[in-house]
Structure formats: C-alpha cells, structure tokens
C-alpha cells in the first residue's frame, strides 16, 4: 500500500514554455501534498504544501506564480512549471500524507526529471 | 534555527555492521524519519521515531534521543544493494527538513 505515482517520469521541453507533473496517490487518501526539488547532490528542498481544496503555501524564494500548484481531489495534485528556463532544471519529487494514519508518514513519488533547453 | 548533521559519506563491507548518525536542531520536533534514497531515483520510508530509544526493523534499526537532538540508523548485515545515501528528516513545528544525506557504499 500507500504507493504515490508521478507522471510523467522525464521530460525535455524548451525553454519559455509550460510542464505540468501530475502526483497521484494510488491507494490512499492524502490531505496534504508536497512538492520538493534536488538538484545533484544536494537535499530535497521542500518548495510547497498543498491541501486538498485551499491555496498551496509556498516556501521562501519560492515564486508561486512560476509553480503553479493544485490540488483538486484527495489523490491528485498538480506542478505546473511555467515559463520555464535552464535553471528550472531538476529533479521534482512530490510526496503525500495519507489521512487515515493521521499524517506522521510521508510518501514519495518516483520523481520527474525535467530538463529545459 | 534549523540544521541537519550528518557525515558526507561512509564505506563499509558487505556483511558488516554500519551506524549512520545524525544530530539536529528544530523548532519543535514531532519525530524524526530516516528515507534512503538511490542515486536518480526518489526517497523511501524506512523508519520513524517519536520517542527516546530504538526502533528495530529487520536489518535496520533507528535510534532517537530528544535531549541531546541525537538519532542514529544501524544497518546490519549489509548487502550490497544498501550502496544509497541516507536521509535523517527531523519533522520540527512545520514540516520535515531533509540533511544532505550520507552516501553509503557498500564494497565486496
């Protein structure tokens, strides 16, 4: 159980355009999603909280109007990177909390590989 | 302020026994994970604490002291497949914070 699924796994878009990631957690209900960025050797940096049906709190240096995130249902939430450019390269993993364990644990999904030209 | 210690790397044999620390300061704490995470791929869970003391899971175990901001992971019998880097994640008032992680190898 509590498997948390990515789509889609890489993508290479140019730059100035949109990407979106979907996160969806398969077998569970999760109340809170969260959308972290790694670049190569580095930590995961937490870049957003969202919660099924309100706003997205955002970290600090984090542009909300660049990632533009939704989160619509209890399984799906939603990345956009907008106007995209080189440096949004990265790896963009989210993870949800499952509600019915009253949200201790985290799980991740399989991450999205995004690389801007 | 908020900050996540822990080594860099470390290198052990298969078979053997490797203790990966960590120590921590957060505003608050409402437990403390460990994820282990392959090169390109994401994290997985492996263990959580909220109390003092050790959990046991199989070959891996993890240990929490709240006082001294002090958490350990314990692998055992290591294979070969535990070659990844280790992620010690305090949860503080807010969310969890993620270390840099420890890049284990494990050689023949």
């Known amino acids: 159980g509590a498997v948390v699924s990515q789509h889609p796994s890489w993508v290479i878009c140019k730059s100035g355009t949109s990407v979106k990631i979907e996160c969806r957690s398969l077998?569970?209900?999760?109340?809170?999603m969260f959308w972290y960025r790694q670049f190569p050797k580095q930590s995961l940096m937490l870049m957003a909280t969202?919660?099924?049906?309100?706003?997205?709190?955002?970290e600090q240096g984090v542009e909300k109007d660049k990632f533009l995130i939704n989160h619509a249902s209890l399984t799906l939430s939603t990345l956009t990177v907008t106007s995209a450019h080189p440096e949004d390269s990265s790896f963009y993993i989210c993870?949800?909390?499952?509600?019915?364990?009253?949200?201790?644990?985290?799980?991740f999904g399989p991450g999205t590989r995004l690389t801007v030209t | 302020g908020q900050n996540i210690d822990q080594p860099t790397e470390m290198t052990a044999t298969e078979g053997a026994i490797v203790q990966i620390n960590c120590t921590y300061q957060t505003s608050g704490f409402n437990g403390l994970f460990w994820y282990q995470q392959h090169a390109g791929e994401a994290p997985t869970f492996l263990s959580y604490?909220?109390?003092?003391g050790l959990e046991e899971k199989g070959r891996f175990s993890s240990f929490l002291s709240r006082s001294k901001g002090y958490s350990y992971l314990l692998l055992k019998e290591l294979q070969m497949k535990d070659s990844a880097s280790y992620l010690c994640?305090?949860?503080?008032?807010?969310?969890?914070?993620f270390g840099k992680g420890t890049k284990l190898s494990v050689k023949p």
């Open positions: 993870s949800a909390r499952p509600w019915e364990t009253g949200g201790y644990e985290q799980y």
């Open positions: 969202s919660n099924e049906g309100s706003k997205a709190t955002y």
């Open positions: 077998d569970f209900q999760a109340t809170t």
């Open positions: 994640a305090p949860r503080g008032q807010g969310n969890l914070i």
């Open positions: 604490n909220v109390l003092d």
